[in-house]
């Protein structure tokens, strides 16, 4: 087992691979193969740089730490659509290849038996056969579905690298073993997907005057006047007169 190495993974999956026949498995499996190499190279990312896991519908890349990712993902964004519709405008319905892809990066340990072992290779791995990445692709007519892991949007989307538009990323969230994943969808989210709640804005406090206690009466209303009152009937020993200065309506405590 070697010491743990910090990679940049590349995940990319055929959609409805095990429907097809023999023979178009073995031609999606070529234009699979064709896309991701013609991808890597315009990266900048040669043989010596990758290393990969044929997974028979899907492909796994490690990629040295040495490669840019925002260079890499450009690629991603720009190069596989290319790709894409230069080989399926030639195909037939029935061989028309459709991708999902996720870009992700940390840490992955490599076996005796040229395993590959890691929890963030693992949840890259969950994002991939994501429910929320097949539905995008499911709904999309440009044949590709990508997502990023948090690392990758943190670390690069959000700063706003040339041709590394923020925007255009959403925030999903897909079940995992050990708890939820977080990632970053590329392109609108698909019908039933919500997206991530936005920040509440805390309202701002009511002024102290505002507010009363619900057991609280009002305050006795003060009328500075002057004016003359008469007691009919009982005066009690109350003389009729004028009062001058504020007269106090309310009860008195």
């Known amino acids: 087992m070697s010491d743990p190495l910090h990679r940049t993974f590349l995940l990319v999956d055929t959609e409805r691979f095990s429907d097809r026949d023999d023979v178009q498995q073995a031609y999606l499996r070529r234009m699979l193969y064709d896309v991701v190499d013609r991808t890597l190279l315009a ?14 519908d899907a492909i796994m890349e490690l990629i040295d730490s040495s490669v840019p990712v925002n260079t890499l993902l450009r690629a991603l964004l720009t190069e596989v659509p290319a790709q894409l519709r230069s080989v399926n405008r030639l195909a037939a319905s029935s061989a028309q290849i459709r991708l999902r892809a996720v870009l992700a990066t ?26 929320t990445l097949r539905a995008a692709l499911r709904e999309r007519h440009d044949d590709y579905a990508l997502c990023v892991s948090e690392a990758v949007y943190s670390g690069i989307v959000r700063h706003e690298h040339p041709g590394v ?5 959403r925030e999903i969230t897909v079940p995992g073993k050990n708890g939820p994943l977080t990632a970053w969808l ?4 698909p019908q039933g997907a919500a997206a991530a709640p936005a920040a509440a804005t805390p309202s ?18 003060s009328v500075p006047t002057t004016m003359e009152v008469h007691f009919g009937g009982t005066n009690n020993g109350v ?5 001058h200065g504020g007269i106090t309506f309310g009860e008195r405590r």
Not at 43 to 56: E, F, I, K, N, S
Not at 165 to 169: D, K, M, R
Not at 186 to 189: F, I, K
Not at 207 to 216: D, E, G, H, L
């Open 43 to 56: 990266a900048g990312v040669d043989q010596t740089l990758r290393l990969r896991a044929d997974r028979g």
């Open 106 to 131: 940390g840490y992955v340990m490599i076996d005796e038996y040229d395993g590959w072992v890691g929890s963030d290779l693992n949840h890259a791995c969950r994002l991939l056969d994501g429910d």
């Open 165 to 169: 538009p923020s925007a255009e990323f």
């Open 186 to 189: 590329h392109g609108p989210l």
């Open 204 to 221: 701002a406090a009511p002024s102290p005057a505002s507010v009363s206690s619900p057991t609280s009466s009002p305050a006795p209303e």
């Open 239 to 243: 003389q009729a007169g004028v009062v």
